[in-house]
């Protein structure tokens, strides 16, 4: 990429199957904006909705096997929707304390009362879903955590919400398309059909390649989104080219399992090789590979010295990540080489000093 007209290699993309560029998809997108334009007009339910849109939400329901599946312009859209419209007071929301933050948005503005448990602690939330309430309560998690890229307890989640008579909501847009046997995230990794799960959430914008969000579920679930979910009713539909463009990034994910295998393995030779720098590596087996620093002094200067180098890895720092954990998330593509890899390493590797100075600093 080209950042203030220098080329860098990046390490900060969630473009993880590589297929933002594969030519299928630009083609498709090409195609599709020739036919309908580049914008859809109007929300779904004026005159935004065409055959893309339609077709693609039967793929993605089939992908997922679900029974329907309902596009959003963005994920935080789709969260905010599916809390809201499902939950109010009386009821209540459990959420991961390491959640996105527009889980945690969608949390507080649905009106549940709302609990945070800590991060990934099923007895901890087993012990707040035993305690009386009333209406309904609704379990909420990320599936594959988006700053420390581990994946959630999803088999102990769904046996605890059973357990208790609440529902599972997983939010599993760092995980599809890269986790599980056929890539379809990480409820196919962990084992889990509909029934463990009645509420999946994807985002389009990852390892799809493209843009936007759908929920996935029953046909009450969906038909009571599509009438009720604001953040659904009153926006502006994703313009039919990008439905065309995802329904061929979609194809290529089926047709080309190589790229899953391949980011998978990028991560894999990196926790090898920096394993050996004594880095503070996380616990993550996703493509998803923080590097903790601590400080945010620490967090800065690593990502300048890696910029300088040619190597474009942010750094993250409070809010984002708690106080005491800034860190350079790194993260893998299938667009990457084995030599990026190495060069990454090898860049890492040349950082303590610098690291140490800025952290006593």
Not at 53 to 70: G, M, S, Y
Request: proline content about 4%; some cysteine.
């Amino acid at each position: 990429m080209r950042v203030d007209g220098t080329g860098l290699l990046a390490f900060c993309s969630n473009d993880y199957l590589g297929l933002a560029d594969h030519p299928r998809v630009v083609e498709a997108f090409v195609a599709a904006a020739h036919e309908w334009g580049v914008g859809s007009g109007a929300s779904h339910l004026v005159s935004g909705h065409c055959r893309e849109h339609h077709a693609l939400e039967e793929e993605l329901a089939a992908f997922v096997r679900r029974p329907r599946a309902l596009l959003f312009s963005t994920g935080y859209m789709a969260n905010l929707a599916v809390v809201t419209a499902l939950l109010g007071r009386g009821d209540r929301v459990f959420e991961d304390r390491l959640n996105h933050a527009s889980l945690l948005d969608a949390g507080l503005a649905s009106g549940a009362r709302f609990s945070r448990y800590p991060h990934a602690d099923v007895g901890a939330l087993a012990a707040r879903l035993v305690r009386p309430g009333t209406g309904r309560a609704m379990v909420v998690t990320d599936g594959v955590f988006s700053m420390d890229g581990d994946v959630a307890p999803l088999r102990e989640l769904a046996a605890a919400c059973r357990a208790h008579g609440a529902s599972l909501f997983v939010d599993d847009a760092h995980g599809l398309g890269v986790l599980g046997a056929m890539g379809r995230g990480s409820l196919e990794a962990a084992g889990l059909d509909a029934v463990d799960v009645p509420i999946l959430m994807g985002t389009l914008g990852k390892a799809f390649g493209t843009f936007g969000a759908f929920v996935a579920g029953s046909h009450e679930l969906i038909e009571t989104l599509l009438q009720t979910a604001r953040t659904y009713i009153y926006t502006t539909a994703l313009p039919p080219a990008v439905a065309a463009a995802t329904r061929a990034s979609l194809r290529a994910m089926q047709d080309e399992p190589w790229r899953r295998e391949r980011v998978l393995q990028h991560a894999a030779r990196f926790r090898r090789e920096a394993a050996t720098l004594g880095l503070r590596l996380l616990e993550s087996g996703t493509p998803i590979q923080p590097v903790v620093l601590g400080s945010e002094a620490a967090a800065v200067a690593a990502s300048d010295a890696l910029r300088a180098r040619g190597l474009w890895v942010p750094a993250i720092r409070p809010p984002t990540v708690p106080a005491g954990s800034a860190r350079l998330r790194i993260t893998f593509s299938a667009a990457h080489a084995d030599a990026d890899v190495d060069l990454l390493v090898e860049a890492l590797a040349r950082l303590p000093a610098t690291v140490a100075q800025a952290d006593g600093a």
